[in-house]
């Protein structure tokens, strides 16, 4: 079996937003939507802290679909649009999508965005990888793993652009993989843990 899987490393983390736009670029992400964002844990926006001067601190939180392997999502979908493949992603059939949305209200992790309107790009033109199905109105997108990447034997785009190098992807499946080593390092954080859905992206502190 293969469990891909995202990795991350939160000290290393500086909040520049990399990920999120390589994800966007990459995935043809429409206007107004983000697959991944990065927020500032504790605070009221992305780039705020908590405390009071001088005792202040930040930390920067990248969050995106987490690859549950018991997805919450997969459990509600009436038509079999969501499901998990065989490398252990979480994947959308976008023919199949009713856009019932009964996903998005199931999932913890706030993962999931939908085209209320027909999806549109501020360059007019569709300027991702061609291999990235189209998306239209009426249905639910999220982070791929980048599936057209990584089928490819590519790393995610985020993975790719990170410039502090933060985020560490691979099978965890594979106990010589490096982030089947990371995630055994001790330090990891699982993301709502409690809800039971098994995220496959975890952090290391
Ligand atoms: S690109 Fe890397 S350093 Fe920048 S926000 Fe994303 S995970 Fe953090
Ligand atoms: S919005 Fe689409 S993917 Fe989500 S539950 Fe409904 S049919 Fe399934």
Redesign the pocket.
């Known amino acids: 079996m293969t469990k891909l899987a995202i990795g991350i490393k939160l000290e290393r983390c500086i909040g520049c937003q990399t990920c999120a736009f390589s994800c966007k670029m990459q995935n043809n992400v429409p206007d107004g939507m983000l697959w991944n964002r990065v927020i500032s844990e504790g605070a009221d926006n992305e780039d705020g802290s908590v405390g009071t001067y001088p005792n202040v601190s930040r930390t920067y939180l990248p969050l995106a679909c987490q690859h549950c392997e018991n997805p919450a999502?997969q459990k509600?979908?009436?038509?079999?649009?969501?499901y998990k493949d065989e490398m252990g992603r979480v994947e959308?059939?976008y023919q199949?999508?009713?856009?019932?949305?009964?996903?998005?209200a199931?999932c913890p992790f706030n993962a999931?965005v939908?085209n209320w309107v027909k999806p549109e790009r501020a360059t007019g033109f569709d300027y991702g990888d061609a291999e990235v199905p189209a998306r239209k109105k009426g249905?639910?997108e999220k982070c791929t793993l980048c599936k057209e990447r990584t089928d490819r034997g590519e790393n995610p785009m985020c993975v790719e652009c990170c410039p502090a190098r933060a985020r560490v992807f691979g099978d965890l499946d594979d106990p010589e993989s490096e982030i089947s080593k990371l995630r055994a390092s001790g330090n990891v954080r699982i993301l709502l843990e409690e809800k039971g859905t098994r995220p496959q992206v975890f952090y290391v502190k």
Do not use: S
């Open positions: 999502c509600v979908c009436p038509t079999g649009a969501t959308i059939d199949k999508c009713i856009g019932c949305r009964m996903c998005m199931a999931r939908f249905v639910m």
